[in-house]
T-cell receptor, first 114, second 115 residues
Framework: AQSVTQPDIHITVSEGASLELRCNYSYGATPYLFWYVQSPGQGLQLLLKYFSGDTLVQGIKGFEAEFKRSQSSFNLRKPSVHWSDAAEYFCAVGAGNTGNQFYFGTGTSLTVIP | KAGVTQTPRYLIKTRGQQVTLSCSPISGHRSVSWYQQTPGQGLQFLFEYFSETQRNKGNFPGRFSGRQFSNSRSEMNVSTLELGDSALYLC??????????????FGPGTRLTVL
């Protein structure tokens, strides 16, 4: 069965520090992987996606993620965090016959301290 | 282009009542998916509608139902509300084309509180 695990419920980093959010997935076929960000009172915004090809994908707001098939991971990174990055981050795998059935992790809440 | 809109944004109901939530997709999109977001369970897929037909379904009881109209607007209905139905309900729209993947765009959600 498809599933996504985000081991870190909450992470606190200092502004300017680097960030890595972990994501592990379970999926029988080639996964379509996504990272979304949700700010308070907002819907989900797509940060980046992976379908195939280059395993290092670049997204918006300076985020990147690396797909590692051997580890079933798709970790999100950012070299230097800004205070505005404080939000909830969700990793997801797309499934279903059209890829529209998403399985989400439970999210990682990011706090940025000055 | 206007984004995905959901109405109402907030709802308060009591146990046993029923509720209907509405989602208007981005113009030209024909697929609407619904998700339930709770602190303990995260986001869980409810169902997807395309061209007025349910195309994918998650593991929710029959109390949760939906429909889609010819203009692609979708409604979700929850009957016999339980306390555990309190959640943020998100809808997402996409073109729905039968290709490998369609990018989904999420609405701001409807916050349902069941007392």
């Amino acid at each position: 069965a498809q599933s996504v695990t985000q081991p870190d419920i909450h992470i606190t980093v200092s502004e300017g520090a680097s960030l890595e959010l972990r994501c592990n997935y379970s999926y029988g076929a080639t996964p379509y992987l996504f990272w979304y960000v949700q700010s308070p009172g907002q819907g989900l915004q797509l940060l980046l996606k992976y379908f195939s090809g280059d395993t290092l994908v670049q997204g918006i707001k300076g985020f990147e993620a690396e797909f590692k098939r051997s580890q079933s991971s798709f970790n999100l990174r950012k070299p230097s965090v800004h205070w505005s990055d404080a939000a909830e981050y969700f990793c997801a795998v797309g499934a279903g016959n059209t890829g529209n059935q998403f399985y989400f992790g439970t999210g990682t809440s990011l706090t940025v301290i000055p | 282009k206007a984004g995905v809109t959901q109405t109402p944004r907030y709802l308060i109901k009591t146990r046993g009542q029923q509720v209907t939530l509405s989602c208007s997709p981005i113009s030209g999109h024909r697929s609407v998916s619904w998700y339930q977001q709770t602190p303990g369970q995260g986001l869980q897929f409810l169902f997807e509608y395309f061209s007025e037909t349910q195309r994918n379904k998650g593991n929710f009881p029959g109390r949760f139902s939906g429909r889609q109209f010819s203009n692609s607007r979708s409604e979700m209905n929850v009957s016999t509300l339980e306390l555990g139905d309190s959640a943020l309900y998100l809808c997402a729209s996409s073109s729905g084309r039968l290709v490998t993947y369609n990018e989904q765009f999420f609405g701001p959600g409807t916050r349902l509180t069941v007392l």
